[in-house]
């Protein structure tokens, strides 16, 4: 998708969806005519860290999403909600170091490393992951999550 604007108080937002060419005359230009695919993927990971916002995770993705993570898949308008609702009881709380991205059109990949504090309240670090996500139209269309937890004991 294409979008110009124009830098004024209030934005004239031409943009281009499939073969048409639209118009939007708004004070704040669409939140989705505005992301990257990268910058929506670091949306998401902006609200996973933020405990108030990360119930909120679900206006990123596409009402038919599927997420897979190792050994389970959510799909559908859902989707989002079960797959917080997997990662509840798995850990006290962890997070991402980011080693890499690397991004091809609608796809971005992230590769790093996860850190955090098991259900014992055992510190984990060095845990590899990899995240795939596919972005269509602005929203998260699938998210394929792999990862060492199990191997590394931690879940």
Not at 69 to 97: C, I, M, T
Not at 105 to 131: A, E, H, K, M, P
Request: with cysteine.
């Amino acid at each position: 998708m294409t979008v110009w604007g124009t830098p004024t108080k209030h934005h004239l937002w031409w943009y281009q969806r499939g073969d048409s060419l639209r118009r939007s005359y708004v004070t704040e230009p669409p939140g989705w005519c505005m992301q990257t695919p990268r910058a929506v993927v670091e949306a998401f990971f902006d609200r996973m860290a933020d405990t108030d916002r990360r119930e909120s995770i679900g206006e990123l993705f596409v009402e038919d999403a599927v997420i897979t993570v190792p050994g389970d898949r959510f799909e559908g308008v859902d989707a989002a909600a079960a797959f917080l609702a997997y990662l509840e009881p798995r850990y006290a709380w962890a997070a991402k170091e980011f080693d890499r991205w690397i991004t091809a059109d609608d796809i971005v990949i992230s590769i790093g490393r996860l850190y955090g504090v098991d259900n014992d309240g055992d510190d984990f670090t060095d845990v590899r992951y990899v995240d795939i996500y596919h972005v269509v139209d602005g929203r998260i269309a699938r998210l394929d999550i792999y990862n060492d937890l199990a191997v590394a004991g931690v879940v």
